[in-house]
């Protein structure tokens, strides 16, 4: 356990950064998050102080924002409890719309890197852990995805995480002292074994597990699996669940490794195992009992067969794998969506610690 940092965490309120704080509270870290709420609500942080019986000091604002950050920064400097590192979530993630509004992804999620980076360097902060995605490698030339593999991204979402990866390698290379690792997440579900938090998107999912949830507790009619005639061993799509919990481990892992080593690193989070989509309903079906009406539908624009990650490098460097199976995916998710049928509106079983603003 390291006592004395503090972390700054963007976009915490979010799918994998509430679920990260409860690790880095755990592991005995204070967190100070900023989040705009724009796919969140501060009500997440109630619960991850409830769950960690610890405060959660937050901030609502932009990373773009860049006096904000001059101002968080500098308080924190002021109590004596200065940002150590900082682990960058906050950032916008459908694939669909990025196609649709590129300059608000290349805004959102580059711009808002930027302006971050620069007051980090101002004050002096040298260590940042970025959410990265599998979708930077794009179409596989092989599988599975090793780190090396060509960074090809298909959309304008998968275009701003190379960037602002490509930008981070740049800044190694001019700053020696800075440790930039980016982990690029495979395919995150389930939710924490409390039930307590989870994914809770606010319009119609755009990915798989949440849709299977929203369907098995009645709020849409049935899962449209796109495609049947891929070449994998049953013609749907293939790939890289990993528990979400597995994930906000990961991030522990590579908060050490930057204390020890600079430059920029990245490393796939995955669990190593393909799943195809009627195996992942199959496995909910029967872990949880629940029906999944099911129909099929015509392939996805811009969805490859299969995906899966080469999760060695991890393992070997960051002494980090992925522990949980997909059943317990499945149990752990549809805890919460059974219990949270309107996710976060849904009241919480005991009443919440409330973790305080900062500002
Ligand atoms: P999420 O939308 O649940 O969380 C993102 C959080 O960032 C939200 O709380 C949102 O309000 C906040 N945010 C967005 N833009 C902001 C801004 N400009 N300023 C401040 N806050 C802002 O998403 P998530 O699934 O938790 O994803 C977290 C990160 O992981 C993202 O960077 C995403 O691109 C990446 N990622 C996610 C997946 C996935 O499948 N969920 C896969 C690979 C990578
Ligand atoms: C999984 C499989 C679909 C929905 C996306 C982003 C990626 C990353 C994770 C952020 C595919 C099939 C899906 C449905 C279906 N996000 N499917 N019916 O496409 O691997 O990755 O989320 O970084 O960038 O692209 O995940 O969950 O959307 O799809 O049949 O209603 O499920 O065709 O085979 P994907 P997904």
Redo the contacts with the bound molecule.
């Keep these: 356990m390291s006592q004395g940092e503090t972390l700054l965490v963007?976009?915490?309120?979010?799918?994998?950064?509430?679920?990260t704080l409860v690790e880095l509270l755990a592991a005995g870290h204070a967190v100070l998050v900023?989040?705009?709420?724009?796919?969140?609500?501060a009500a997440?942080l109630d619960r991850v102080a409830e769950l960690s019986g610890r405060e959660v000091p937050w901030v609502e604002?932009?990373?773009?924002?860049t006096s904000l950050l001059q101002k968080v920064f500098a308080e924190q400097e002021q109590r004596g409890t200065p940002i150590t590192a900082v682990l960058?979530?906050?950032?916008?993630?459908a694939v669909g719309e990025s196609v649709a509004e590129p300059l608000r992804y290349y805004d959102?999620?580059v711009a808002?890197t930027l302006s971050l980076l620069s007051v980090m360097q101002q004050f002096k902060v040298l260590r940042f852990v970025?959410?990265?995605?599998?979708?930077v490698y794009g179409e596989p030339t092989a599988l599975p995805y090793v780190e090396d593999h060509q960074i090809a991204p298909t959309n304008p979402?998968g275009h701003?995480?190379a960037m602002v990866e490509q930008l981070l390698r740049d800044l190694c290379q001019a700053r020696e002292q800075f440790t930039a690792i980016t982990?690029?997440?495979?395919?995150?579900?389930g939710a924490h074994p409390s039930g307590l938090l989870g994914?809770?998107?606010h319009d119609v999912p755009n990915?798989l597990f949440p849709f299977i949830t929203k369907v098995a507790v009645g709020q849409l009619p049935a899962l449209q699996i796109f495609g049947n005639d891929y070449e994998t061993p049953d013609g749907t799509g293939v790939r890289d669940y990993i528990h979400?919990v597995d994930l906000a481990q990961g991030h522990l892992a590579a908060l050490d490794y930057g204390r020890k080593q600079s430059g920029f690193h990245a490393f796939n989070l995955g669990t190593g195992r393909g799943t195809s989509v009627l195996e992942l309903v199959a496995a909910f079906e029967r872990v949880t009992g629940a029906a999944v009406p099911r129909q099929w539908a015509a392939r996805r624009p811009g969805d490859i067969a299969a995906a899966w990650a080469d999760p060695s490098l991890a393992r070997e460097v960051l002494s980090w794998q992925a522990r949980h199976t997909i059943d317990d995916m499945c149990a752990d998710g549809w805890r919460w969506q059974s219990q949270h049928p309107d996710g976060y509106r849904t009241a919480s079983p005991s009443a919440p610690v409330r973790g305080d603003p900062a500002t």
Excluded: M, Q
């Excluded at 604002?61 to 924002?65: C, E, L, P, Q, S």
């Excluded at 960058?88 to 993630?93: D, I, M, P, Q, S």
């Design positions: 963007t976009g915490g309120a979010g799918y994998i950064g509430s679920h900023l989040d705009n709420f724009s796919n969140s609500c997440v604002g932009d990373v773009r924002d960058h979530f906050a950032a916008l993630k959102n999620n808002g970025f959410s990265s995605s599998a979708t979402y701003s995480k982990l690029r997440y495979f395919n995150p579900i994914e809770d998107p990915n979400v």
